[in-house]
Every structure is written in structure tokens, then in C-alpha cells.
């Protein structure tokens, strides 16, 4: 329990920062609605009159695109993208904080299994990130709340599941790889390079659009516009990022409670 | 000169796998212009000239004829850009906050050397990559391009190429300032960051918004677009100038604080 706490404890500060962040974020880019709204209505009447191919090949339709929600799961993958990012962050960082620092044959000396360092750690990682996702929910609510359209909740609802989702794959690639990294320098260069890779794959899925980038690109399992309309998610991409989550958590597992450890 | 060729032989490796990422970057990209629009792609740059620009930043194509080599370019190009300055701010805080977080400084610090020669020659080999990541660039998207291209576009990309070197230097440079000056030089990565995820994200505000313009000179990664080197084929002196602006107030936290501030070891 004392590695629990002190993992939040540490952590305290920067989560605040990141709420703050996703909601200013997430509360602003819903603002802009109102804006893109208004010119949309001859705009819809004019897309009648395009060939519907096109627009389905566009993979886009006009009815759900200007609503409120069609808008905010459009921009919802920037404030995905910031989940991701701390999803990772606090993974790698609290994984990897004894590797980084030196101090894991401190830590290891303590009269505690090396699985249940781990378990407290993870279960600090996600208590801080279901807390932040609830709070960005809060803050979504009351940014489309404010705009006064009409909104399905569980749309709404869906789509901050989507993100919580992603945020706990990122946060498991950073689990792994705190686990089964001998040296740690900085955490950025990684989260840069992965998260990163990730989101332009995902940003310039209208220029690769072949379908197994799908299966690799957490951004891209499930498509918002699609959970909108159907109400759902995908059961076989639910069913593929709850294999990945607990495989890499898993792997965690069997490295962690194995691995040599390098004493300065 | 040592410390310069030993920064040299430190970073070749990072460029390698950079240099990776833009081959697959252009290759596939402009691969995939050659497949998707090179035949009949005029009738849907008509039909996005009537969507308003909301719209079409939901697809990030404001202003641009995608279905010409040079939009198409323009686009992939954007992200190259943000790779690069990806690799600019890496290479930046890295550089010299290295030796502080390695605890190697200390040792660096010993040898009869000034602390501004010591940051002359990372400065130094630190812009040599930069130069060699736009060169990689360069190498790239010049054979590539005239390999799907209908008309020869070489100037454009010379453009994007130049306009890409100007925005790396501002986040190297910026970057170096930062490790240099800041009294926790590891910070400097992560203030970075932030910056470079903000001035993303302004950069989506500004292609969401109309008259948006006030705030292109915040919003660094909008200080080249892509639509007005296509259609003036040269870079904004105004820009340029605060780009140059903002690479002397980076020298000037390196050169100015560096030498004062004790360091952290």
C-alpha cells in the first residue's frame, strides 16, 4: 500500500496539470461549434446533391457530421492524442522511475514481492488514469452542455470510452517497456517517438488506408463516427485491446519478477 | 575540436532511424498519389473549392489542391515537419543537458576549456544534424517526386525544404536555449514538448477558425504554410525575420546564462 500511495503522491502534481490541459482542450475545441455550425445548413443541402458514393467514400455523412457529437468525435482525437500521451508518460514513468533514478536495489531489498510492487504500481497508474478520464468526461459534458444542442449521452459516453481505452493501451506499452528497459535517461524520447508514430499514422489514414494499419494503430480501432451512429463498440476491437492490454501487462509480469538488477 | 567530432559520432545513429521514418514518410506517401490521383483527380478539387474552411481542416487540406503533385506534397510535408521538429527538440535538449544528466559534466567541466567553447562546439555539431536531417529530406523527395510528378515541381519542394531548415533551427535553437538556461536542464525536453503540442493544436484552431490570421505569429508550425508557398513560391521576410528573432533570444539564454549557472550535478 505504501507504493501505492507514494506513486499518486508523486504524481499528484502533474496529473492536476494534465486535467487542467484536457479540459481547457477538450472544453475549447467544443466552443468552436457554434462557429462551424452555422453556415452548415446550406452546406448539408448542397452535399444532397453531390453522388452518394463519394460521399461514403469519404466515409461521411452530412446528418451526423454537424451535430454536436459528429463534431466532437471529430475533434475528439486531439484530446486523444493527449491522453495517450499521458497514458504512456505515467506508465513509462512509474515503471521505470527505480530504473531511471538508480534506486532498484533499494526498492528490491524491501521485505516485498517483486509482483506486488508491481501490482501497487499498476493500480496507482490506473486509479490516476481513470480519474483524469472522468474528470475530461466532466468537462466535456459541461462544454456540450453549454452549447445547449441536443446530444445522445451514450454516444457521449462511448466516445470517452474510446479514449479511456486508448489511454490504458498507451499506458500498458509504457508498463512494458519501464519493465524491460536496463537504462532509463528520459522519458520523452520515447513517448515521442511512439505516440507520435502512432498519431501520424493515424493523421494520414486517408493517404494509407490499408486495413491492417487498422489493427496496429490504437488511434484507429475504433472509428468515432461509426460508434456515434451505431451506438456500440466494435466487439472485436473491444475483444483486440483488451488481449493487447493484458498481454503487455502480462509480459510486465514475467520480465519484472525475473530481470537482473544493475546496481549503480 | 573534440568535443565537436565526439557529438558527431554520438548522434549518426538517431539520424539513421529518422532517415527511415521520411523514406517511408515520402516513398509510400507520394506512392500512394501516384496510385490514387495521378488519373482524373480534377473533379474533386471543384467539389472541395465549395466546402467552407471548417470543413475541410476536419481533412487538413485548407487551401490546398490536393489533387496536384504539389498540394499532395504540401500535405505529407506538413508531417515531415513535424518530424523534424520532433528531432530538432530532442537534439536540442539533449545535447548539452546530457552531460548534466548523465553526471558527466563534472568531468566534461574540468578540462581547460571555457563553458562557451563547450557550447560552441555542441551548438555546432547539433546544427550539423539539423542540416543533415532537411539534407536527408532533400535526398528523398527530389527522385521521389520526379518519379509519380507530371511537371517538374523542384522549386516548390526547394521551398518546403528551406521553410522546414528555418522551423527546425527556431526549435533547435530554442530547445539549446532552454537546456542551457534553465536551472533543471532536463525541463527543457518536456517545456518543449508542450510547446510543440500547443502550437499544434493552434494550428488546428486556426485552420477550424475564420480570420484567424492574428494568431500565425504565435503558432510557429504556420509560419511557412503550405498554400502560400504554393502559390507565391516564396517564404514570408516577415516570418523569417521572427524566426531569426526568435533563434537569437535561444543563443543569447545559452550563451548568456550557460556560463553563469552553476550546474546541476
Given at each position: 500500500?505504501n507504493?501505492f500511495?507514494?506513486?499518486?503522491k508523486?504524481?499528484?502534481k502533474?496529473?492536476l496539470i494534465w486535467?487542467?490541459?484536457l479540459g481547457i482542450?477538450?472544453?475549447?475545441f467544443i466552443?468552436?461549434f457554434?462557429?462551424f455550425?452555422s453556415?452548415s445548413?446550406e452546406?448539408?443541402?448542397?452535399l444532397?446533391n453531390y453522388?452518394k458514393?463519394l460521399?461514403?467514400g469519404?466515409d461521411f455523412?452530412p446528418?451526423?457530421?454537424f451535430t ?8 475528439a482525437?486531439?484530446?486523444q492524442?493527449?491522453?495517450a ?8 514513468q ?15 531489498t524491501?521485505?516485498?514481492r517483486r509482483s506486488?510492487?508491481l501490482?501497487?504500481?499498476i ?5 490516476i ?12 459534458l459541461l ?8 446530444f445522445?449521452?451514450a454516444?457521449l459516453?462511448?466516445?470517452s470510452?474510446?479514449?479511456?481505452l486508448?489511454?490504458?493501451i498507451?499506458a500498458s506499452?509504457?508498463?512494458l ?8 535517461r ?7 517517438g511512439i ?11 486517408g ?9 496496429l494503430?490504437?488511434?484507429q480501432?475504433?472509428?468515432k463516427?461509426?460508434v456515434?451512429s451505431t ?5 472485436i476491437f473491444l475483444?483486440?485491446s483488451?488481449?493487447l492490454i493484458l498481454?503487455?501487462i502480462?509480459?510486465s509480469?514475467?520480465i ?8 549503480l | 575540436m573534440?568535443?565537436?567530432f ?5 548522434y549518426w545513429?538517431?539520424l539513421?532511424f529518422w532517415?527511415?521514418?521520411i523514406?517511408?514518410?515520402?516513398g509510400a506517401g507520394?506512392g ?7 488519373e482524373?483527380g480534377q473533379?474533386?478539387t ?6 467552407p474552411?471548417?470543413f475541410l481542416?476536419?481533412?487538413g ?5 490536393v ?5 499532395f506534397?504540401?500535405i505529407i ?13 530532442i537534439?536540442g535538449?539533449?545535447i548539452?543537458?546530457?552531460?548534466e544528466r548523465d ?9 581547460p576549456?571555457a563553458?562557451?567553447?563547450?557550447l ?5 555539431a547539433?546544427?550539423v544534424y539539423v542540416?543533415g536531417f532537411?539534407?536527408v529530406d532533400?535526398?528523398i523527395s527530389?527522385?521521389?517526386?520526379k518519379?509519380?510528378a507530371?511537371?517538374?515541381?523542384s ?18 535553437v530554442v530547445s539549446f536555449g532552454?537546456?542551457?538556461a534553465l536551472n533543471?536542464p532536463r525541463k ?5 514538448l508542450?510547446?510543440m503540442g ?5 494550428s488546428?484552431?486556426m ?7 492574428w494568431?500565425?505569429p504565435?503558432i510557429?508550425l504556420k509560419y511557412?504554410p503550405a ?9 514570408d521576410?516577415?516570418?523569417l525575420?521572427?524566426s531569426?528573432?526568435l533563434i537569437?533570444?535561444?543563443?543569447g539564454m545559452a550563451?548568456?546564462?550557460?556560463p553563469?549557472r552553476?550546474?546541476?550535478l
Amino acid at each position: 500500500m505504501n507504493i501505492f500511495l507514494f506513486e499518486i503522491k508523486s504524481s499528484l502534481k502533474s496529473t492536476l496539470i494534465w486535467i487542467l490541459m484536457l479540459g481547457i482542450v477538450a472544453f475549447g475545441f467544443i466552443q468552436v461549434f457554434p462557429a462551424f455550425y452555422s453556415g452548415s445548413a446550406e452546406l448539408i443541402k448542397m452535399l444532397e446533391n453531390y453522388p452518394k458514393e463519394l460521399l461514403e467514400g469519404l466515409d461521411f455523412d452530412p446528418n451526423q457530421f454537424f451535430t454536436i457529437l459528429g463534431f466532437y468525435s471529430f475533434i475528439a482525437v486531439y484530446v486523444q492524442v493527449m491522453v495517450a500521451f499521458q497514458g504512456f508518460i505515467l506508465g513509462l514513468q512509474v515503471i521505470g522511475r527505480e530504473t531511471k533514478a538508480h534506486t532498484l536495489d533499494f526498492l528490491i531489498t524491501k521485505p516485498v514481492r517483486r509482483s506486488s510492487i508491481l501490482t501497487m504500481k499498476i493500480a496507482a497508474i490506473f486509479t490516476i488514469l481513470t480519474v483524469t478520464n472522468l474528470c475530461l468526461f466532466a468537462f466535456t459534458l459541461l462544454g456540450i452542455s453549454i452549447t445547449g444542442e441536443a446530444f445522445s449521452m451514450a454516444g457521449l459516453i462511448l466516445v470517452s470510452l474510446v479514449m479511456f481505452l486508448c489511454s490504458i493501451i498507451f499506458a500498458s506499452i509504457g508498463i512494458l517497456l519501464g519493465a524491460t528497459l536496463r537504462k532509463l535517461r528520459s522519458i520523452a524520447p520515447y513517448a515521442l517517438g511512439i505516440v507520435t508514430g502512432f498519431f501520424i499514422l493515424n493523421m494520414m489514414k486517408g493517404i494509407f488506408d490499408d486495413p491492417w494499419i487498422q489493427w496496429l494503430s490504437p488511434f484507429q480501432f475504433f472509428d468515432k463516427f461509426e460508434v456515434i451512429s451505431t451506438q456500440s463498440l466494435d466487439p472485436i476491437f473491444l475483444a483486440w485491446s483488451c488481449f493487447l492490454i493484458l498481454a503487455m501487462i502480462g509480459v510486465s509480469y514475467l520480465i519484472y519478477t525475473k530481470k537482473d538488477i544493475h546496481a549503480l | 575540436m573534440n568535443l565537436f567530432f565526439h557529438e558527431m559520432k554520438m548522434y549518426w545513429k538517431y539520424l539513421l532511424f529518422w532517415s527511415i521514418g521520411i523514406l517511408f514518410m515520402v516513398g509510400a506517401g507520394m506512392g500512394k498519389y501516384a496510385g490514387m490521383y495521378a488519373e482524373g483527380g480534377q473533379d474533386i478539387t471543384k467539389l472541395f473549392d465549395s466546402f467552407p474552411k471548417a470543413f475541410l481542416a476536419m481533412f487538413g487540406m485548407v487551401n490546398i489542391d490536393v489533387s496536384s503533385v504539389g498540394g499532395f506534397y504540401g500535405i505529407i510535408h506538413f508531417y515531415v515537419l513535424i518530424m523534424g521538429i520532433v528531432y530538432a527538440i530532442i537534439l536540442g535538449s539533449g545535447i548539452l543537458a546530457k552531460e548534466e544528466r548523465d553526471h558527466t559534466a563534472e568531468f566534461l567541466m574540468v578540462k581547460p576549456v571555457a563553458k562557451g567553447w563547450i557550447l560552441g562546439q555542441k551548438l555546432l555539431a547539433g546544427l550539423v544534424y539539423v542540416f543533415g536531417f532537411v539534407a536527408v529530406d532533400a535526398l528523398i523527395s527530389y527522385p521521389i517526386v520526379k518519379q509519380v510528378a507530371d511537371q517538374d515541381i523542384s522549386n516548390e519542394i526547394t521551398l518546403f525544404l528551406l521553410a522546414l531548415t528555418v522551423i527546425m533551427l527556431v526549435f533547435y535553437v530554442v530547445s539549446f536555449g532552454f537546456s542551457g538556461a534553465l536551472n533543471d536542464p532536463r525541463k527543457s525536453s518536456m517545456i518543449m514538448l508542450s510547446v510543440m503540442g500547443f502550437t499544434y493544436l493552434g494550428s488546428i484552431a486556426m485552420d477550424l477558425l475564420e480570420n484567424s490570421d492574428w494568431m500565425r505569429p504565435l503558432i510557429t508550425l504556420k509560419y511557412f504554410p503550405a498554400d502560400q508557398i504554393l502559390d507565391s513560391l516564396t517564404l514570408d521576410p516577415i516570418y523569417l525575420g521572427l524566426s531569426g528573432l526568435l533563434i537569437l533570444i535561444g543563443l543569447g539564454m545559452a550563451f548568456i546564462r550557460f556560463p553563469r549557472r552553476d550546474l546541476h550535478l
